[in-house]
T-cell receptor, first 110, second 117 residues
């Protein structure tokens, strides 16, 4: 079953624009992680935010977590064509078991 | 590059056959998790191994089994293959300290694409 659900399913923007993806989940979590996947290959870990954190930054990435609303957002600023990929949120309920959503497909056009 | 390797890259099998997929974890990692990703879906947790013991299992039938070796590498075995087993199989390694409930970020390998005809 899907714990996290990303929104939108697909997003198409121009280079230089910001991209925002949202994730909602159903149950209490230890942490929430965002991953990127290029062309159906391996997942690349982007950022981890723990349940007691509200915001985290890493380079052009900004992640927020609202545990009261059971939601998270990933903001990519000044997007590049190389950011084109699928983005997944994954919640960790315990014992490092990750539950993924279906992902957001991001297309960044030059 | 995460340091996690998987073999083979691609595999084609027929229904009813058995398959073994392999994963070498990143140096220093003692935990390996396996995920199945069907086309257009997010990865689904199959099971996890910590110190050679199964440490959690998702909603997959017993014909999905695994092993972890003393060097922390791992195998995923699938018996009696079905068409729906066609998917990308991902392994992820991580470091667990002080017990299976304390685990760091998981680092994924490139995956094995299994096609069942």
């Amino acid at each position: 079953s899907q714990q996290g659900e990303e929104d939108p399913q697909a997003l198409s923007i121009q280079e230089g624009e910001n991209a925002t993806m949202n994730c909602s989940y159903k149950t209490s979590i230890n942490n929430l992680q965002w991953y990127r996947q290029n062309s159906g290959r391996g997942l690349v870990h982007l950022i981890l935010i723990r349940s007691n954190e509200r915001e985290k930054h890493s380079g052009r990435l900004r992640v927020t977590l609202d545990t009261s609303k059971k939601s998270s957002s990933l903001l990519i600023t000044a997007s590049r064509a190389a950011d084109t990929a699928s983005y997944f949120c994954a919640t960790e309920l315990g014992y490092s078991t990750l539950t993924f959503g279906k992902g957001t497909m991001l297309l960044v056009s030059p | 590059e995460t340091g996690v390797t998987q073999s083979p890259t691609h595999l084609i099998k027929t229904r009813g056959q058995q398959v073994t997929l392999r994963c070498s974890s990143q140096s220093g990692h003692n935990t390996v998790s396996w995920y199945q990703q069907a086309l257009g879906q997010g990865p689904q947790f199959i099971f996890q191994y910590y110190r050679e013991e199964e440490n959690g299992r998702g909603n997959f039938p017993p014909r999905f089994s695994g092993l972890q070796f003393p060097n922390y590498s791992s195998e995923l075995n699938v018996n009696a293959l079905e068409l729906d087993d066609s998917a990308l199989y991902l392994c992820a390694s991580s470091s667990t300290r002080g017990g299976p409930e304390n685990t760091d970020t998981q680092y994924f390998g490139p995956g094995t694409r299994l096609t069942v005809l």
